[in-house]
C-alpha cells in the first residue's frame, strides 16, 4: 500500500486479557516505530526497530509489553495481561534513514484504539 | 541524553494573526528537527523538517519554523492563522544514531 496500515483500527479487551496490534511500514523504510497516545497526551515512545539491528526498547512500560519485526517488513507490538491503564491509541510509524546520517520524515498509521474493560 | 520541550500546553490566536509554537531541544551532534500536526480524530502528519541547509524552513499549509543554534529552538510559525489551523501540534528531534523523540504537545486554538 501507499502507506503505514495497522490492524485492527479498534480494539475492546477485558483486563487480563493477551492483545497483538500488527503494523505494515511503507515498503522500503528500514526504521519502525511503535508510540502509546493517552487520550488528549503526547506521544509516548515505545520501541524503535532499524534494519537489522537490536531493536531499542528503552521504552516499553513493562515486561507486559513486547514487540518483534521480521526484517524490514510487518511488525506485532504484543500486550500480556491487559491492564485499564493500557487503554490508548497505540501509534506505528515508519521512515528511511539518510544515507549515512539521520532519520528521514516519519510516516505514520492511523493507529490501534486499545480499550480495556 | 536527547530532549525536546513544547513549553506551551495550549496558544490562542485570534484569526488573521501570527502565530508561534515553541519548541527547544537538546541532542548530542547536529539535530533533525521535525514539526507535526495532528487534527481531531486524525493520524499525525507531517508538516516540515529541518535536517541541514537554511535556517527558515518552509512546509505544508503555509507553516514556516526557525532553527536557532544558539538557542537550540525550532519554533512553529505562520504569518496569518486559520480557524482550520486549530489541532495539536507535536515537535519532534533526533541526531543521526538515535531515535526520533516528541515532545508533549501544544494545542492551538484559533478564534474566529
Known amino acids: 500500500g501507499a502507506g503505514v496500515s495497522q490492524s485492527p483500527s479498534n480494539k475492546v479487551t477485558e483486563k487480563g486479557k493477551d492483545v497483538e496490534l500488527r503494523c505494515d511500514p511503507i515498503?522500503?523504510?528500514?526504521?519502525l516505530y511503535w508510540y502509546r497516545q493517552r487520550l488528549g497526551q503526547g506521544l509516548e515512545f515505545l520501541i524503535y526497530?532499524?534494519?537489522?539491528?537490536?531493536?531499542?526498547k528503552s521504552g516499553l512500560p513493562s515486561d507486559r509489553f513486547s514487540a518483534e519485526r521480521t526484517g524490514e517488513s510487518v511488525s506485532t507490538l504484543t500486550i500480556q495481561r491487559t491492564q485499564q491503564e493500557d487503554s490508548a491509541v497505540y501509534l506505528c510509524?515508519?521512515?528511511?534513514?539518510?544515507?549515512?546520517?539521520?532519520?528521514?520524515?516519519?510516516?505514520f498509521g492511523p493507529g490501534t484504539r486499545l480499550t480495556v474493560l | 541524553a536527547q530532549s525536546v520541550a513544547q513549553p506551551e500546553d495550549q496558544v490562542n490566536v485570534a484569526e488573521g494573526n501570527p502565530l508561534t509554537v515553541k519548541c527547544t531541544y537538546s541532542?548530542?551532534?547536529?539535530?533533525?528537527l521535525f514539526w507535526y500536526v495532528q487534527y481531531p480524530n486524525r493520524g499525525l502528519q507531517f508538516l516540515l523538517k529541518?535536517?541541514?541547509?537554511?535556517?527558515l524552513v518552509k512546509g505544508s499549509y503555509g507553516f514556516e519554523a526557525e532553527f536557532n543554534k544558539s538557542q537550540t529552538s525550532f519554533h512553529l510559525k505562520k504569518p496569518s492563522a486559520l480557524v482550520s489551523d486549530s489541532a495539536l501540534y507535536f515537535c519532534?528531534?533526533?541526531?543521526?544514531?538515535?531515535?526520533?523523540?516528541f515532545g508533549s504537545g501544544t494545542r492551538l486554538s484559533i478564534r474566529p
Open positions: 526497530f532499524q534494519g537489522n539491528s537490536a531493536p531499542d
Open positions: 529541518y535536517i541541514t541547509g537554511d535556517n
Open positions: 515498503s522500503g523504510h528500514t526504521a
Open positions: 519532534a528531534v533526533s541526531s543521526s544514531a538515535s531515535k526520533i523523540i
Open positions: 510509524a515508519s521512515s528511511t534513514r539518510l544515507a549515512g546520517e539521520g532519520p528521514d520524515t516519519q510516516y
Open positions: 541532542v548530542s551532534g547536529n539535530p533533525y
